[in-house]
């Protein structure tokens, strides 16, 4: 019987974990987690996307709790600035698209184009994001859109898998704050937590782990390790010896450089989303949290140097960037082959990572988590629950590096060598068929990557018509249909939209009065129920 968990690594992955299993295990499971006081987390890991809620509602932490102590504020999508053309930019939002008479709004958009924006003639929240509105008012209560939320649902914890609504909204984070909240809630729950070098990880006779050797605490046995060691995936991939399938043939960027930059968010205002502006070897990530930016340049080592990434970062910052440290990472992009051997779980950089685009980092995560307690074994270990956690965790890494990869082959951008072989680079296998089939005919969750990864087929329409290096067309038989009824919920989204953004708070005021802050003239007041 499984009854001792030691995790190895702390950080977001490794509390998040330990977290998880007490939330879902109680005290019927003990966790170890041990962590070095000398090696820091890479702690960059501060958007997230609207699946989340899941981990949250999971452990019962109610977001007016957590996010004031995580410095957190909402992300309704991604905002993609440059990838078409200079001065471009759409959305890629947390938004279903509507359907009229059995095809999506944009098939129709794209027949008839009444304005020049498909994001904003088709997705509501593409304009909460250009005002800068927060999705719920300051009572509390979302705003209207076809996801209703229902406290009483909470009482039945839910995992991704079984998302069949959109939630409208994800979540940016101090991502070190967001540790240490989680180690708190861990230990309050019977976590033990023990700061340490793992100096050595020692296999019994059949190649299992049978204890970590630490420096000042001994020897820590367990029945199951939980690697949370990041990119050096000292358990799996050193101490077993497991291989590492690279995903650098279609997503080259393997190197980031980051700031943190403290910011006036009253005066700057909070954006409601991330921003992902392009540049000349990969793209910077721009992400509002309150009190401060977390930005930072992805970019390919082969096109770039550290020093160059770092003088092109700063100068897009401007003077909020002088005197400020800089951390440069080095990224391990793909996936481990396999992320659970014998007795030893990768989660987090261990497992596998791609580049943070869309923000899947937290969500590979999450995954996996969920994965192992819908897979956790019992007396015997059954090779079948391996092999299929394996599977399931493997399908989610490899779909996302098909939407990513997607994101550059499909870019307009074309001025200089990176983006010119963005358009040339290897395919992920099964992309290159899908994309002939799109230019005919939008995606649909028929004919994007057929297993769950996270993404539905909104996702991919969104980026093939922002991105605009993909011929595209509206099906044809529209050409036979009234468009009376496609026009009036076109006119719709625009009415609707109109009056969110003239009624709801911005999401500054919402988040100041979530933190107890008052705008100055004002005093807002927010709404503990619901």
Known sequence: MVKNVVIVGGGTSGWM????????FGDRIAVTLVESKNIATIGVGEATFSTI???????????????????????????????????????????????????PLTDWWLDARPGGDFDRDCFVISWLCEAKRSPRYLSGELFEQDFTENPDERAYRTTLTEQNTQFPYAYHFDAALLASYLTRFGTERGVRHVLDDVVDVRLDERGWIDHVLTKEHGELSGDLFIDCTGFRGMLLNKALDVPFVSYQESLPNDRAVALRVPADMARRGLRPCTTATAMD?????????????????????????PE????????????EADELEANH?????????????????????SSGFVEPLESTG?????????????????????????????????????GVREFLALHYHAAAR?????????ATRALPDGLAERLELWQARLPDNETIFPHYHGFESYSYIAMLLGLGGVPVQAPPALRHFDHGRAERELRLVRQQAEALVANLPSQYEYIAALNGDAMPGRRPELSRTR
């Open 414 to 422: 074309s001025d200089n060598d990176y983006w010119k072989d963005a």
């Open 17 to 24: 974990t330990a977290a998880y299993l007490r939330a879902a």
């Open 53 to 103: 809620r899941h981990f949250f509602d999971y452990l019962g932490l109610d977001e007016r709790e957590w996010m004031p102590a995580c410095n957190a504020t909402y992300k309704l999508g991604i905002r993609f600035e440059n990838w078409r053309a200079q001065g471009h930019h759409f959305y890629h939002p947390f938004e279903r698209l509507r359907v009229v008479d059995g095809f």
């Open 308 to 319: 160059e990434a770092e003088r092109t970062l700063r100068e897009f910052v401007g003077p």
């Open 362 to 398: 937290l969500f590979f995560i999450q995954n996996a988590i969920e994965q192992l307690v819908k897979h956790f074994p019992a007396e015997r270990w059954d090779d079948r629950l391996r092999e299929s956690y394996n599977r399931q965790v493997g399908n989610v890494m490899d």
């Open 281 to 305: 070897a990969g793209w910077i990530w721009t992400i509002p949290l309150y009190g401060r930016i977390g930005t930072g340049y992805v970019y390919a080592g082969d096109y770039c140097t």
């Open 329 to 349: 990472i080095r990224m391990r992009i793909g996936r481990s082959e396999r992320s659970w051997v014998n007795n030893c779980v990768a989660v987090g950089l």
